[in-house]
């Protein structure tokens, strides 16, 4: 089978420099990428958004960030938790996100730890960038990101970008929930 992709100059970038990165052919890279990515939404056994509960999400989000073996905790200290951990953490951070949008304000314990969140990003990527020889490329590529992406659209509400289907997250349907 054959498939073809498009792909804009920013990610034909990306994609050469992890193969680069990776000594693979570009072929073999785009393969690894893509494993990762269906790994990520389909093999990892969480719940989807729709099943996750608000206080399930909390208690995830709350230890990530504080405990000392929590997920963004570890991120801060400049260590890789895995795939599985960073995936867990977005995907609580959405099911708060989508739990909380359409409320007036936001409960104090989600605000506390989507702050936490974005005033340690400096951190976090320093230290990760200061490790980057034991830290998968998407960590810091992506990933990342996308936790404080989703910290501070929790704690700023609503926009047109929030709203996007994220299949990867546990979304179930193109709509917003």
Same mark, same amino acid.
């Given at each position: ?19 680069? %990165?990776?000594? /693979?052919? $570009?072929?073999?890279? =785009? &393969? +690894?990428?893509? @494993? ?47 795939? %599985?951990?960073? /995936?867990? $953490?977005?995907?609580? =951070? &959405? +099911?708060?996100? @989508? ?79």
């Amino acid at each position: 089978m054959e498939i073809s992709l498009t792909l804009s100059d920013a990610e034909a970038a990306q994609l050469h420099s992890m193969a680069t %990165e990776l000594n /693979l052919d $570009l072929e073999e890279t =785009l &393969r +690894v990428y893509l @494993h990762s990515f269906y790994s990520a939404s389909h093999d990892l056994h969480l719940k989807s958004v729709s099943k996750l509960s608000y206080e399930e999400a909390l208690v995830i989000v709350q230890h990530a960030e504080s405990g000392v073996d929590g997920t963004y905790f570890q991120l801060r200290l400049g260590k890789d938790p895995g795939l %599985e951990e960073t /995936l867990k $953490l977005r995907t609580a =951070l &959405r +099911v708060l996100y @989508h739990h909380i949008r359409e409320k007036n304000c936001i409960p104090r314990p989600v605000c506390e730890a989507a702050a936490s969140i974005l005033f340690h990003e400096h951190e976090a990527r320093l230290n990760l960038q200061a490790n980057r020889s034991n830290i998968r490329t998407e960590l810091l590529d992506s990933e990342l990101f996308d936790i404080q992406l989703h910290a501070f659209h929790l704690l700023i509400g609503a926009t047109d970008d929030t709203d996007r289907y994220r299949p990867d997250l546990g979304d179930d349907t193109n709509e917003p929930t």
